[in-house]
């Protein structure tokens, strides 16, 4: 059977993308956090304090890609409206997929967010429901694994909620409250195998902002826990906190965690988690009003693509590749 040389060329070249990659690959990265907090003890406010909640800002994106001819493909969302207490919140989740092969390989990406706020009447009502309480909570995933053969395959989730609160002081005095709650995140990326690559990420914020100078103390009610353990040496893992509010203006805690994947090099992971129980002092002057932006956000990646972790290809096997084409184009051409 005569073989041509553009047959051959594309021989070699299959060949070259065949042994290049090995497999199996498999990236995952994983999130889930708490966030709550209760204003003034709960319940029904002080007469003199004001406590709003403006309208709020969220998105959720899920996408998934396969690059294979036989990918199927699923996406979807789910809506569940309540949040009146922590035993009945309001969910948001939303999922992607593009597997092939029964399933068995391909990319998931998925998000669950829970949340709820607690509205009473003030001792002297008003007529306006005051904010005493608000929580939210969720988790987020992408995973990324092929079996048989290399195609590009990604997924993502991206998350975001965001709510302004203000605060203030209705008396003729230099009054304080409280708000106190719960920072937690947990993270995780995995990588294994050539391309491979995961990464998560989560931040909790509550930043304040006053016409007036802020005046703010921060305590923690037990003890600030920070565990982060990384494996490889693309393994990378971060988190921390920020409780400077009094000049800075943000309670936060913030996590990125990362891993990238090569051929031969093992598995390289990366997992955390911190959390922290804090109580805010918050003192308003006369007429005072501050302003508040409790921002939540989180996503997660995992990819197995060709250029996440370029492999140079060994020199002299290229030359002895080189070397073969260029003599059975020769042959080919002297018959």
């Known amino acids: 059977m005569q073989v041509t040389y553009s047959r051959f060329i594309s021989l070699i070249a299959l060949f070259w993308l065949n042994t290049a990659t090995a497999i199996p690959i498999i990236a995952n990265s994983g999130v889930s956090f708490n966030n709550d907090m209760v204003i003034s003890t709960g319940g029904q406010l002080p007469f003199w304090l004001e406590s709003q909640m403006g309208p709020p800002t969220y998105s959720l994106l899920s996408n998934s890609n396969l690059y294979a001819p036989?990918?199927?493909?699923?996406?979807?969302?789910?809506?569940?409206?309540?949040?009146?207490?922590?035993?009945?919140?309001?969910?948001?989740?939303?999922?992607s997929s593009s597997t092939r092969n029964a399933g068995t390989e391909g990319s998931v990406a998925s998000n669950n967010t829970q949340l709820y706020t607690v509205s009473n009447l003030e001792i002297i009502p008003d007529g306006s429901n005051d904010v005493s309480e608000r929580g939210i909570w969720g988790n987020g995933l992408a995973q990324a694994s092929l079996s048989t053969t290399v195609y590009d395959t990604r997924a993502t989730s991206e998350v975001s909620f965001e709510r302004n609160f203000t605060?203030?002081?209705?008396?003729?005095?230099?009054?304080?409250?409280?708000?106190?709650?719960v920072f937690e995140i947990d993270l995780f990326a995995i990588a294994d195998g050539e391309n491979s690559l995961a990464e998560a990420f989560a931040t909790l914020d509550m930043f304040f902002t006053s016409s007036n100078i802020l005046d703010i103390q921060f305590a923690d009610i037990s003890p600030y826990i920070n565990n982060q353990t990384e494996s490889g040496d693309n393994g990378n893992i971060s988190?921390?906190?920020?409780?400077?509010?009094?000049?800075?203006?943000?309670?936060?805690?913030?996590?990125?965690?990362s891993a990238s994947g090569f051929l031969g090099g093992?598995?390289?992971?990366?997992?955390?988690?911190?959390?922290?129980?804090?109580?805010?002092?918050?003192?308003l002057q006369p007429g005072e009003e501050i302003n508040m932006t409790h921002l939540v956000r989180y996503s997660n990646l995992a990819a197995i693509e060709e250029g996440v972790n370029e492999v140079d290809a060994p020199a002299s096997l290229m030359m002895v590749l080189v070397a073969f084409v260029m003599a059975i184009y020769r042959k080919q051409h002297c018959l």
């Open 266 to 283: 093992g598995s390289q992971q990366a997992f955390g988690g911190s959390s922290m129980a804090y109580v805010l002092g918050i003192t």
């Open 239 to 257: 988190l921390v906190r920020e409780t400077n509010v009094v000049d800075t203006g943000h309670l936060s805690l913030t996590g990125v965690a």
């Open 167 to 181: 605060f203030s002081n209705q008396s003729a005095t230099e009054m304080t409250f409280g708000i106190q709650g």
């Open 70 to 95: 036989d990918t199927a493909n699923y996406d979807g969302s789910d809506t569940v409206i309540g949040g009146l207490d922590r035993d009945n919140p309001s969910v948001l989740s939303s999922i």
